[in-house]
């Protein structure tokens, strides 16, 4: 604490952010709690419905479910892509004597790119007519049975929207990865391979467990983001086709915006917060606990 | 800022040149050729979607329509680029983005920089419940705030203006520039701050002559991360901004999409490639910075 401050100093500092914070942040989501116990369109007077909001979408919207389970496996893809596809680049990376950081920088590149022209560019990835790269490519490599048109067959959507969330941030989660695994101290590598440690061991015993914290830091922020997905698969599908793309986000945004149901709208949106405390919540029990025993 | 620093001094303790031919002679890794050519790969997977963007913008219409996706343009062509300019009103655009995440980023880092001098440097009583608070927005996804401030702004005619953007985006990137803010504040030395105060400096004039000062690294920092948010946002424009005179670049670019009915790809393309280009130079110059910032930002969690 600075000796010479004074309370109105603190407040004259404080102040100002905090209220920013709760006007845009806090208080919205205050908000949307109250609103999610009202029926209302905008326009005509409010009414308390209580918790007939939440019994409609647990035990009564179909749509819901469907939003949530397709949300969870947006994630899920999403994880695996990010995660997975950084932690593998990462260490690959470390072994690299040469042009690191242009690798670096050319991996980052997708993440520096607007997510409506990242949508545009898969909606022409994934096309069928004209034949567009991933058909193509899947003709070349003796695969033609299974082109088709990725973003319109009900089977493929979902993974089809996710792809390119995954693979815009894959680079982000590999630098945040890169540079915890490269802080490792040495010492403690070296040793292990004197013990005559293979590359496996040594990372499961030696490098993992060193940069456990970071992992834990990026797991998170690669699910709370997931769980918010929202621009591609509005962008590129908008939910469809029917609901087969649809993500509780998208199904709130619709609902709110389309559909002008604010109040059932804000029942979904308290969901999603709730989902993604509870994600929080159990990715840190789960690694702290790991890392306990 | 020890994890900031870190990668910098690393990475000239890499094998020293004269040890290293004779272990490569020693075992022709095999290990090491795969991994260098999975790494290729994966660039490759990175990379050449955009370059098949910038290509495609080149093409003439009939070679995109007809031609096999890979192939090189057989012609290059600019016309693209002048139909992308007549479609849409992309220098607005460009500027509209400017703006937004100019006010942006001077509420975050200004009011970033204060929050945390009064929760990490002044110190009060309930610090740690309001830096609790903070943490809320790093978690709580974007989406629960449009209801709400659909609302707000259409009770306070806010919608449709750059403040009706800048407010939230600033209010949610808050968070995490407080906390960088605060990790950096906690390395400088307590004895600066007591020495000043003995001089008879008070609070606000130690924040003008020392913090301030100190943190212009961390300034670029909280600059260039969330620019690259800001720049490209678009859930936050596509719901509050309705007129064309205020649309940000994500949402002029929706204006090519079904504007008579079928979509001019290549010149799409081209306004893509346009509209890229500002964040995508300052990403290459500063690229540095930005991934210090980045590897710092999270490290540190």
Redesign the interface.
């Known amino acids: ?6 309370r109105t ?2 407040l ?3 102040l ?3 209220l ?2 709760c ?7 205050l ?2 709690l109250f ?1 999610s116990f009202f029926s209302w369109n ?1 326009i005509s007077d409010m009414e308390f419905v209580g918790l007939q909001n939440y019994i409609r979408m647990l035990t009564a919207d179909d749509v819901f479910w469907r939003s949530f389970f397709n949300a969870l496996l947006y994630l899920a893809i999403c994880l695996v892509l990010q995660l997975g ?1 950084a932690l ?2 990462a260490s ?2 470390t ?3 040469r042009g ?2 242009l ?15 990242i949508a ?3 909606v ?2 994934y096309s069928i007519d ?4 991933l058909n ?2 899947l003709h070349w490599v003796g695969l033609g049975s299974l082109e088709r048109a990725w973003l319109s067959d009900v089977n493929t959507v979902l993974a089809a929207v996710s792809a390119p969330e995954g ?1 815009r941030f ?3 989660y590999m ?2 990865i ?3 695994l ?2 490792v101290p ?1 010492e403690l590598e070296e040793a292990a391979v004197l013990d005559g440690a293979s ?1 496996w061991t040594l990372f499961t015993k030696i490098r993992f467990p060193y940069i456990r ?2 992992w834990i ?2 797991t ?2 690669a699910t ?1 983001y997931g ?2 997905g ?2 591609i698969p509005y ?1 590129m599908t908008n939910g469809g086709p029917g609901q087969s793309s649809e993500l509780l ?1 998208t199904y ?2 619709k609902t ?2 389309t559909s002008t149901d ?1 109040g059932y ?2 029942t979904i ?2 969901f ?2 709730i989902e ?2 509870v994600a ?1 919540g159990l990715i840190l029990f789960m690694l702290k606990r790991k890392a306990d025993s | 800022m020890i994890a900031q620093t870190a990668p910098a001094t690393q990475s000239p303790a890499v094998p020293p040149s004269s040890a290293a031919p004779k272990r490569r002679r020693r075992k022709p890794s095999l290990y090491r050729t795969l991994s260098r050519v999975l790494i290729m790969l994966i660039v490759i997977v990175q990379v050449y979607p955009l370059a098949w963007l910038f290509l495609t913008s080149l093409r003439t219409e009939q070679d995109f329509a007809t031609g096999d996706p890979f192939a090189l343009p057989s012609s290059l062509t600019w016309e693209n680029y002048a139909r992308a300019f007549e479609t849409g009103d992309l220098g607005r655009n460009i500027l509209n983005s400017f703006i937004v995440t100019m006010g942006a980023n001077l509420l975050i880092v200004l009011f970033g920089m204060m929050a945390a001098y009064a929760i990490q440097v002044l110190g009060f009583r309930l610090s740690r419940f309001v830096r609790g608070l903070f943490l809320v927005g790093i978690i709580v996804p974007v989406q629960i705030a449009l209801v709400p401030l659909f609302i707000d702004y259409s009770t306070v005619n806010l919608l449709d203006t750059y403040q009706s953007m800048i407010i939230p985006l600033a209010g949610f990137a808050l968070p995490m520039s407080i906390y960088l803010f605060s990790s950096f504040f906690e390395y400088i030395p307590r004895e600066t701050y007591e020495a000043a105060s003995l001089d008879g400096a008070g609070p606000y004039r130690i924040f003008g002559l020392i913090t301030l000062p100190l943190s212009l690294n961390t300034v670029v920092t909280v600059v260039l991360v969330n620019s690259i948010f800001i720049w490209n946002d678009f859930i936050f424009a596509n719901t509050f901004v309705l007129s064309e005179d205020l649309k940000t670049i994500p949402l002029g670019l929706q204006n090519y999409i079904g504007a008579m009915g079928k979509v001019d790809w290549t010149a799409t393309f081209a306004a893509v490639c346009v509209t890229i280009t500002p964040l995508l130079l300052v990403f290459l110059v500063l690229n540095k910075a930005m991934i210090q910032g980045l590897e710092s930002g999270a490290t540190k969690g």
Do not use: H
Request: with cysteine.
């Open positions: 604490m600075l000796p010479n401050r004074s100093s603190v004259v500092f404080l100002p952010p905090l920013l914070y006007a845009a942040v806090l208080f919205p989501i908000q949307s609103l905008g596809g593998v680049v690959l990376l072994s690299l004597r690191r950081e690798i670096k920088t050319l991996y980052l590149l997708p993440a520096v790119i607007s997510t409506v022209a545009f560019l898969f022409r990835i004209p034949v567009g790269l193509q490519l693979w894959t680079g982000l630098l945040i890169y540079a915890a490269i802080a040495k590359k914290p970071v830091t990026t998170i922020m709370t769980l918010r929202f621009d962008l986000t709130m945004y709110a915006f604010f709208a804000s949106s308290v999603i917060v993604c405390l929080v």
